[in-house]
């Protein structure tokens, strides 16, 4: 694709990696992006495309035939999910997200046997895991299995992350990279103060992103951070430095339709030089407290992980008719 001559998305990928969120594996390739991510939601969308109707009649037709019920639908959906990795993975250089069944966020032990299965499966496909990002709700069940994965070289993407208490744990924990939802935190404290708009610079999802990041490179955590769920292209820009952005394929568009001038907003010089408390270390107790104390945060990772249950059931269902 043509950049303008000062078309933001240009100067955007020039101090951040872009990632693109979407299972839409046409729109990957429209964008070339770094990385993508995928979710249920977004598996969802794309397989009731019938361009890609391949990738499920794949799953199903190699689904152990030993299996059957509950068991059968998990293996399906498991590949399913693998399949449009894979897909995405060859139209890409860098790395793909896949998610471990939300309904497993408060099963450490579970959420490391799914993550082990979803490797195998790529594996079984020729994809090293180095291109692989499980992602895992930031309970602290999922954090617990993040430590165990990352020590057996299986890197996690930790998801519905909404403080900076999980975003503490997260990084402690080794996970190789959290994805703090922007536009979520906003919809929350719209609904919650009766505030309609806010200046992008004052907008709750960015000053949590902004304060999440400066954290971290001021006390030299290796866990990288990647904004996620964006409502306008000006959370984007407000957090134009950040390591990684992962960006739906609509804001893509505008961001490359609009110009003008895109200053760097994050910088780890600048978070060097702040006077940031340390929060220590985040214990489970410590976690829970914190998660707690923040009403937003506690409300929207609980009300993300049933909005991915819904999304998981109804693919599931989808998947029920193919078997």
Known sequence: MEAQSNALLPQLRAMTTVVADTGDIDSIRQWRPVDATT????????????????????AVATAPTELTGRARIDAIAEQVAVNFGHAILELIPGRVSTEVDARLSFDAGASVAKARRLIKRYED???????????????????????????????CNMTLLFCLGQAVACAQAGATLISPFVGR???????????????????PGVRSVTAIYNYYKHYGL?????????????EITELAGCDLLTIAPKLLDELQQREGELPRKLSEDQARDLQIPSLGEVSESVFRWHLNEDAMATEKL??????????????????EQWR
């Open 222 to 234: 290796r866990t990288q951070v990647m904004g996620a769920s964006f409502r306008n292209a000006e």
């Open 302 to 319: 609980a009300d993300g992980i049933r909005r991915f249950a819904v999304d998981q059931r109804k693919l599931e269902a989808l998947l």
């Open 185 to 203: 935190i906003l919809d929350w404290y719209k609904q919650h103060t009766g505030q309609t708009s806010y200046a992008p610079e004052e907008d």
């Open 125 to 155: 496909l020729g994809v090293d895991r180095e291109r692989i990002l499980i992602k895992l709700a930031s309970t602290w069940e999922g954090i617990d299995a993040a430590r165990a994965l990352e020590q057996e070289g299986i890197h």
């Open 39 to 58: 979710n249920p939601s977004l598996i969802l969308a794309a397989a009731q495309q019938p361009e890609y109707r391949p990738l499920i009649e794949q």
